[in-house]
Nanobody, 124 residues
Framework: QAQLEESGGGLVQTGDSLRLSCAASGGAFSTYGMGWFRQAPGKEREFVAAIGWRGSNTHYRDSVKGRFTISRDNAKRTVYLQMNMLKPEDTAIYFC?????????????????WGQGTQVTVSS
């Protein structure tokens, strides 16, 4: 039902910042748990961050805590990922994902909808 489209990726240097956006169309976005995942070449897709439908509960993988911030604007049907102090190990394709019932399930990689991804490359 829902469709997700990421934007905001690019090529940056170590220490720079990027803000990713995920625009949702269709579905009851305001009740969905939303999250971000990433996949580097030759590696498995991994959880990055998630946010509950109220926007109060947030979750992050340890390696991005203090650097990344997830937020959402239900009126704009958009979720964001602010990425600061980027490192080469953050280089990956970043995917937006939605779970119809839970932000917690997203932590385990359980999603109902996925975006196509946006490339983030951090040079050393």
């Amino acid at each position: 039902q829902a469709q997700l489209e990421e934007s905001g990726g690019g090529l940056v240097q170590t220490g720079d910042s990027l803000r990713l956006s995920c625009a949702a169309s269709g579905g009851a976005f305001s009740t969905y748990g939303m999250g971000w995942f990433r996949q580097a070449p030759g590696k498995e897709r991994e959880f990055v961050a998630a946010i509950g439908w109220r926007g109060s509960n947030t979750h992050y993988r340890d390696s991005v805590k203090g650097r990344f911030t997830i937020s959402r604007d239900n009126a704009k049907r958009t979720v964001y990922l602010q990425m600061n102090m980027l490192k080469p190990e953050d280089t990956a394709i970043y995917f937006c994902a939605a779970n119809r019932n839970s932000d917690i399930r997203l932590l385990r990689g359980i999603a109902d909808y996925w975006g196509q991804g946006t490339q983030v490359t951090v040079s050393s």
